[in-house]
């Protein structure tokens, strides 16, 4: 009878902890900001790469250059890209890239405040619709980071990084250099070329 309480005991502390494990697990995944890759498996707009070239922790302040930086992954057919920003979940302000090719693009951001949201997505398709299936369908996955008033050294490293291809505008990068300064895993860099076209808009 000892030995089957002592079984029975076990049993439900392992059973706890599952769960709990689960919850916690289920928790992070929820937590924000969302992620800073995008590119899913529906079709070949919405699989497109998509990186914000930002610290692994998603949270990013540029200086007062205010130049954010997108990896733009390969294509067969460009989209366009659409860049928001949104402040308490109200839209604040939209810029919209025309089709363009694989790149790291750098752009000048207006003068916005701290703790705002940056989100990017392909624009799929032109038509609009209120229907959620629709919209989805129309538009690639969004990545979103948070633009905070941190300013460690992760952030510094990246200001450095962009600052320095803004001045190359025109030139390439080499996948080594991207791969270095954001630390992605060799799944999500073997699909970046060997030597990325810088554009500054």
Known sequence: MTILRSN?????????????????????????????????????????????????????MPD???????????TKQANPLIVQFLYNKNFEHEMVFNSLGESLLIFKIPKIENNILWKSYFKCSDKYSDNMYNFISNHSNPVSTYISSDNNMENIKYRKF?????NSCGNRISKKDLEILTNLNK???????????????
Do not use: M, Q, W
């Not at 007062?64 to 990896?71: G, M």
């Open 8 to 60: 029975l005991f076990y049993f439900c502390s392992v059973c706890l902890l599952s769960i709990s494990a689960h919850f916690v697990s289920a928790s992070d995944r929820n937590t924000f900001p969302t992620s800073r890759i995008g590119g899913g498996t529906r079709g070949e707009c919405g699989s497109r790469l998509l990186i914000h070239v930002v610290p692994s922790a998603n949270k990013y």
């Open 187 to 201: 799944k999500i860099t073997n699909k970046i070329s060997e030597n990325v076209k810088i554009i500054c808009l």
């Open 64 to 74: 007062k250059n205010r130049l954010l930086a997108v990896y733009l992954g390969k």
């Open 162 to 166: 962009i600052n320095k291809a803004y």
